[in-house]
């Protein structure tokens, strides 16, 4: 086999609110804490074990403001993309390296009345889930300009966020 693959699939719920970073050309950068459990059975104890992995999470442009805006703390996400690691300097002049997921999918789960952020209303909730699915068509590019490549899985956001859900999609 010659090809190689590059991709990452994730479910989880994030460990904190979507830090954003803007850039003068209007892009923008989204980083948020993604944790992973392993839960099994020890055969020689028999004692249940629970294992955490972190991950951190990178979403880009129009997709990291859709994240900011309905992700919270706590939420359960699917989180597609590939694998990243990057080198940089800290304040001390030390090479230091940073594996990340460079996000290019996403679906939030977390049911709408469930989340530790949003403000919905309960009496239009009735234990549906929230499957809001965003496609970034050019998650993986390293450039700062916004552009019009980002394909939204359903209907555009209509403006009116009091009457209807506040998803734009």
């Not at 970073?21 to 074990?49: D, M, Q």
Request: negative net charge; aromatic residues 10%; proline residues 2%.
């Amino acid at each position: 086999m010659t090809g190689t693959l590059n991709k990452v699939m994730l479910i989880g719920h994030t460990g904190d609110d979507v830090k954003m970073h803007y850039f003068e050309g209007g892009g923008s950068i989204g980083r948020f804490p993604l944790a992973t459990n392993e839960v099994y059975t020890n055969r020689t104890t028999g004692e249940r074990v629970n294992n955490t992995e972190w991950h951190n999470v990178v979403v880009r442009n129009k997709a990291a403001e859709v994240c900011e805006k309905y992700l919270k703390k706590g939420d359960k996400v699917y989180i597609e993309g590939r694998i990243k690691t990057r080198k940089w300097t800290d304040d001390k002049g030390m090479e230091r390296y940073s594996t990340e997921i460079q996000c290019t999918e996403f679906t939030f789960l977390t049911p709408k009345g469930e989340s530790n952020g949003g403000n919905y209303d309960s009496q239009s909730n009735q234990n549906t889930q929230n499957t809001s699915n965003y496609q970034g068509n050019n998650a993986n590019s390293n450039s700062g300009s916004s552009g019009n490549n980002n394909n939204f899985a359903s209907q555009p956001f209509n403006g009116n966020d009091e009457e209807e859900d506040d998803l734009p999609f």
